[in-house]
């Protein structure tokens, strides 16, 4: 008998150890239990869909656990001893993985409890309701007949074996565990009646199921893949893609409940999800340009050194070494370092001050352009700075900024955040007006306060006021002092667009029609 498992402090009959093999379609190992039970204590979601369609079908536990282990497990291979109630799970099981979309979704799931979960949880409520009321009260019978079997057989055992620790009352048990089997004979009759009716009731409904599981798939592959496009954005267009399951319930990339999180905002989120959607095609292009820089490490020419760096070596030092009588001469002045090469100024990465992102969170930003909002498309800009950031170990400072005193930064040391964190930013919107002039002020305090100077400010607003006369002059002092730079995108407008050329580097105008590639590039080449 399967024994329930208290798994993390939930109480679920799902939750299960020492299961019958004779009760499920595929062959599973302790590995598979415990990954099944993992998911299940730890998706709240997966957990009570599981527990209303068992309302309904009493075979469902073990359906639910195949279905998953089919979409889990690298090569699910079907049990050749299964039960008459259970074949009907195993039937359903066979239409759902003869398809190619089965096939396809599968790759994206093996090994991530969490996608298995997502997709068993999509599929399995359309399959089981796909077999029809009928076919299901004919299964819960048939269930239910085995079940009754089961125990009037163990009941016969037991009075057998209380008959021989008590031999002066081995006359009745013998009777009673006699009842029992006569009993058990009746329910193998019924069983023997009921099974062919559940065969015939599934081959009536084999191409239902099928279809409502290949609709069901279709599903399931966009809902997996959101999670996994977003997984990626919050890591920063990261290629790290690995959330298998580990040892010890881990995932590589992310944790279990990190992921299951993210999932259950996503279906209750509309505009984290359109984030999310959007965001992946600005880190590729990010990270694009970021790939796609030359090197200018060195840039500047100061002078002459001596030195054996021979990238800088002066071509008539060079020339020394084709010359057979002073080619050992340039060998001993190589070995000494004492070769004249070009002394180069460096302009790395490193030292370089954050990259602060200016969002205007005023109410006009949720107004519809380019088929989102303009609040959408700042956020996924926001979320590309963020695989800049990351890609050239820089820190980066999220500012939001709407009316007087409506004012937040997030700060992400090294582009490095947990996903709530990450979260919370995407999600934060004021509403109401645009005080720029105090989210300027705040800019220069994170400026101050940074360890190197060069940092890049990114201010994205679909219309700006007016500053004061010693904003402009403290903010350009202070581009000169700590060599700031500023770029500037004005959505769907140019209201502001002197002002801001002003105090910005560039300004870009982000216009409600056409191609936004080249501004992205401009603002992801810093």
């Known amino acids: 008998m399967a024994h329930t498992n208290r798994d993390e402090g939930v109480d679920c009959p799902l939750i299960q150890t020492d299961i019958r093999p004779t009760t499920q379609g595929l062959v599973f190992d302790p590995f598979d239990e415990e990954s099944f039970n993992t998911a299940v204590s ?15 079908l009493e075979t469902a536990p073990n359906l639910a656990r195949d279905v998953y282990w089919s979409f889990e497990q690298a090569v699910p291979r079907p049990s050749q001893n299964v039960s008459a109630a259970f074949r009907s799970n195993q039937r359903v099981l ?32 359309k399959a089981i309701d796909a077999l029809g009321q009928q076919l299901r009260k004919n299964i819960n019978e048939l269930a239910q007949a085995e079940a009754d079997l089961e125990r009037l057989l163990d ?18 048990c013998e009777s009673r565990a006699q009842q029992a089997e006569r009993q058990a004979e009746q329910q193998q009759q019924h069983i023997e009646t009921l099974a062919p009716k559940v065969e015939q009731g599934m081959d009536e409904h084999a191409d239902g199921v099928r279809m409502a599981a290949r609709s069901a798939m279709d599903e399931a592959q966009q809902e997996v893949e959101n999670l996994q496009n977003a997984m990626d954005a919050l890591n920063g267009g990261s290629e790290d893609k690995g959330f298998g399951l580990g040892g010890c319930g881990t995932m590589p990339g992310g944790s279990m409940a990190q992921k299951v999180e993210l999932a259950r905002r996503l279906g209750q989120d509309t505009q984290l999800r359109r984030v999310m959607e959007v965001a992946g095609r600005f880190q590729r292009i990010a990270l694009a340009t970021q790939k796609s820089k030359v090197d200018h490490s ?16 002066l071509p008539a030092e060079l020339a020394l070494a084709d010359d057979p009588l002073l080619s050992m001469e340039f060998d001993r002045r190589f070995l000494e370092g004492q070769l004249f090469q070009y002394k180069l100024k460096g302009n790395d990465n490193v030292g370089r001050g954050p990259i602060i992102v200016m969002l205007d969170d005023s109410s006009s930003m949720r107004s519809s352009f380019r088929g989102m909002t303009a609040e959408v498309w700042a956020k996924g800009a926001m979320l590309g700075m963020m695989a800049v950031a990351r890609h050239q170990q820089r820190d ?17 040391i090294k582009s490095q955040s947990n ?16 005080d720029l002039e105090s989210a300027m002020r705040e800019v220069l305090k994170i400026i101050d306060e940074a360890a190197f100077n060069n940092a890049d400010v990114i201010c994205i607003s679909d219309g700006i006021t007016n500053i004061s006369e ?6 350009t002092r202070r581009r000169q002092e700590r060599d700031m730079r500023c770029y500037s995108i004005l959505i769907g407008t140019r209201q502001g667009a002197e002002m801001l050329k002003q105090i910005s580097n560039e300004v870009l105008f982000l216009e409600a029609q056409g191609d936004d590639g080249n501004l992205l590039k401009t603002v992801f080449s810093v």
């Open 419 to 434: 996903h709530a964190e990450m979260i919370a930013c995407i999600e934060l919107f004021f509403g109401g007006g645009t």
């Open 155 to 172: 009941d016969a055992d037991t009075w057998r074996a209380i008959a021989a620790e008590h031999p002066q009352h081995a006359a009745a």
């Open 94 to 125: 066979d239409e759902i993985m003869e398809t190619g979309t089965w096939r396809e979704l599968h790759v994206t799931t093996e090994g991530d409890p969490v996608s298995a979960a997502i997709a068993t949880l999509t599929v399995l409520p």
């Open 396 to 412: 980066l400072v999220v500012l939001h900024f709407a009316g007087m005193h409506q004012i937040k930064a997030f700060r992400f």
């Open 470 to 475: 010693s904003m402009y002059i403290d903010w």
């Open 42 to 56: 730890g998706f709240q979601k997966f957990r009570e869909t599981l527990e209303e369609l068992t309302g309904e």
């Open 298 to 313: 060195w840039t500047h020419l100061t002078g002459i050194e001596m030195g054996n760096d021979l990238s800088r070596v």
